[in-house]
């Protein structure tokens, strides 16, 4: 099957003096190149992931290649068929990717943790008194991870420094090995990690995604899948035969990546759901949203 469209994920930490302009100079590049996905701007940088036909993401990645200021992006590009995306969205924010640290808020262009290569970090893993930290949300970290990682119960990026001071002990004297989806999260997760006064901390550069596309280490270590923000929901990291899932579904327990979203329509949860119990007992998380939704909609028609 030929896949005619890519997809781009990307970022790049660096200094931009006036981040509205860049945002609206940058709409007008994407819409001229029919790009659909989602990209944040902040003074701090740029951040983003999109789709688009595979002749336009080349020349997208060509400008920005050729931006002295955003020059030397490490481009994951996975061949698709089609858009993931339904539309475009530029925003400008605070940070490109939000920690909150308020007035400790810092640029990974003056702080950041030792990148490791996938072939390093794959060694880096198999040392003594190391520990690999899942720097992603619950709901990521659901579906994949790497062997043995701690997986830090938090709902968002925002919330992880909390976690992180109130997990000191278990880190304390050892080596911290930190990863993310594409690296982007990392690299100011990695230099909060250096401000709170760890010292040992290394991440893994290009993230999973760049981890499981190296021709070297093949995925190798991880498990499961790698939850993506569109609407993939997923892509495969471990391409070697010890790959296995690790999710399940939240109703019957088998093995399972299929993700739906709740149908109660105030709830909307992203759930783990296989096809059978969705046929079975319909697209809910738990008995009390089917409850409310049916009765609701018997009210609705007046029964
Ligand atoms: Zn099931
Ligand atoms: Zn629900």
Redesign the pocket.
Known sequence: MSNPYEVLLYYKYARVDDPEAFAADHRLLCQRLGLRGRIVVATEGLNGTVSGTKSNCAKYREVLDCDPIMAGIDWKIDPEEGHVFPKLSIKVRNEVVTLELGEDDFNPVDRTATHLKPSEWREAMKEDDVVLLDARNDYEWEIGRFEGAILPNVPSFKDLPRWIRDHRCELEGKKILTYCTGGIRCEKFSGFLLNEGFDNVFQLEGGIVSYGKNEEVKGEGYEGECYVFDERLSVSVNQTEGAKLVSK??????P?IRYRNCAWMPCNAQIL??????KTMGRYCDCRCKEIDLMSRSAVIGI
């Open positions: 579904c939240r109703s019957c327990g088998i399972s759901l296989c096809e059978d119990c969705e």
